[in-house]
């Protein structure tokens, strides 16, 4: 009878159900309910593809409650590194009625919740899970859920760069529970030691994280001994193994290494792909490159490109990057290093758009924490203020080399739009051979005399052909093509007096069939049509007279109004005038020397 307490006890410790769920059930019922509980939970860390199906199956027929199902869903989907959809799921078992009389689910959710919007990088919704959570653990009294809450605080301030403020979280948590002596709380112990053995890994505080590995190996070995058969001690193990392995082969303790290695291997998450990834490290570290690329394959091809957007993607694509190094295919490595670097940028923006600062908690707490250190910090916080300047003196002095180098680019830019602008204008040129250059004398436009009045001629009616007797031939393409070439010789776009239906008349149609011809022929209207020719003469007048004025050139060319000559100008050649004459006197200075040097 003991040991079935203790099975129970044990049981509800791993998937924070309490009793209270079952009280209409018989005691064999209620055992072999809590049995498929169980079996539920193991299988939706270890086969979540599968379980999810399952799940939906069993809310169909109302197995198990609501609040259960969405747990086990976010279990699934948090193994399958889907966080947004794990917090989803978890986040609505939080705000399940029957959950709030749940105390142990409601702590597993919190932790669920934290973990999941920490690892999918919504620090907002992070800061205020972790709150809710450390308030909730104060008000039930539970070491291990305040404890996973400053974890993942600490995981917080690392993701904005306060590490030894992380530090300090991690090692509160440790403190908290150091005097544990129950299954659930060494459990969470040796956890939270694994997270601080993962900074000092990052941090290259190799040494130290050894310490702690050693550390976390009792804690471990305390464990096995109070619960054995407890789920997760194996993930437990895999990931310390793994870890203690790569130490041991950077510290030079090869012997060590090979030991932990195969301790690792005789976890069952060894066969699994996570499993393959944990050991990617230490292959790494040993040389092995073509085995860290086989297992990173066959998680590339389970993963989601959806949920690409978290850790264990970005430290997937380093280990592929290193992989591809030491194998000697560093094209494949730097394609690598600029996916991790698109997904690193990514991730910045989401965080910065957070506004993670804004929240009113923790900004509280940060400036509470402030004022009391500053007394003692003035002068760490002077000589951080004149880093500061000089990174600041090193960022104008970068952001003025770069917009030099930005001047030079926009400035040979320029120089090239020029010339391909003077080849078009001569391109033209010899396509319409009609239209000659510029002549030193260009009549300056007069003004538009008054309109004469005209006596009204009575309208003749059309004509209409004879029955029998066909439409004259009507051919667009030959209209437009002689109207074009006569515009252009004779240079009607610099008169001023010529109005649309003289155009019309001159190409000898209405008003409307001259609209749509030309629309056809130039895709836009007079306006348009007459303007680029304007402009295109307006470069032969800057080759022929450099020493004009930008306003005599746009006079000249029938464009009297400067702001309208400049706006059109850039439109049609991407430059100013002004740009463009400097630009072409260089070239033109550049052809005379290579003429004379030939």
Known sequence: M??????????????????????????????????????????????????????????????????????????????????????????????????????????????LLAESSVDAYHLEDAVRYIDEGKQYAGLVG??????????????VYRRLGMIEKGYQSLRRAISLLSSSVNGDELYCRSRIMGYFMMYCIEDRRMKEAWRVGLKREEVIGKLQQIASQL????????????????????????????????KFKQTPMASTVQGRLEINDYLLERGDYQLVLRHVDEYMNSVDEKDSLNIIY?????????????VGNYKSAYEELLKLRQLMEV????????????????????????????????????????????????????????????????????????SLIVELNDKNKEVLPCVTEPVAEVPVPVEVPAPVLVEEQPEVPEETPVAGEAFPSFNPHEIFRNFDAQVREERMYLNYQFSRDDYAALMGVDRNRFAAILKEYTHGNLSAYLNNLRLDYSVGLFRAHPEWSVSEIAS????????????????KYGMSPNAFRSNLAVKESASLSSEEQT
């Open 314 to 326: 970005i430290r997937t694509l380093y280990q592929t990057s290193k992989a591809y190094q030491g």
């Open 347 to 418: 991730m910045r923006i989401s965080s910065e758009r957070s506004n993670l600062f804004n929240l009113t908690d923790f900004t509280r707490v940060m400036r509470q924490e402030y004022e009391l250190r500053q007394a003692e910090n003035k002068l760490h916080v002077r000589n951080w203020v004149i880093v500061g300047l000089v990174v600041v003196a090193l960022a104008l002095i970068a952001l003025l080399v770069r917009i030099y180098s930005y001047w030079k680019v926009i400035r040979e830019k320029n120089r090239k739009m020029a």
């Open 2 to 111: 003991n040991s079935l307490i203790v099975k129970h006890i044990l049981f509800l410790i791993l998937i924070r159900i309490p009793l209270s769920v079952f009280p209409a059930l018989p005691a064999k019922d209620a055992e072999s309910h809590k049995t498929a509980l169980m079996s539920l939970y193991i299988q939706a860390k270890q086969n979540p593809k599968v379980t999810l199906p399952r799940l939906d199956s069993l809310e169909k027929t109302k197995t198990y409650s609501k609040e259960h199902i969405d747990f086990f869903r976010s279990c699934s989907y948090h193994a399958l590194s889907k966080y947004y959809m794990a917090m989803y799921y978890a986040q609505r078992v939080v705000q399940y009625q029957d959950s709030r009389r749940d105390t142990l689910l409601m702590k597993s959710a919190y932790t």
């Open 556 to 571: 000249h060319c029938a464009l009297p109004s400067l702001s309208t000559f400049y706006r059109l100008f850039k439109e």
């Open 142 to 155: 539970d070491p291990v859920l305040e404890a996973n809450m400053m974890l993942m605080e600490g995981e």
């Open 231 to 262: 789920s997760g001690i194996g993930e437990q193990q895999a990931y310390l193994y793994s870890k203690m392995a790569f130490l041991a082969q950077r510290l030079g303790k090869q012997d060590r290494a090979a030991d932990y290695l195969e």
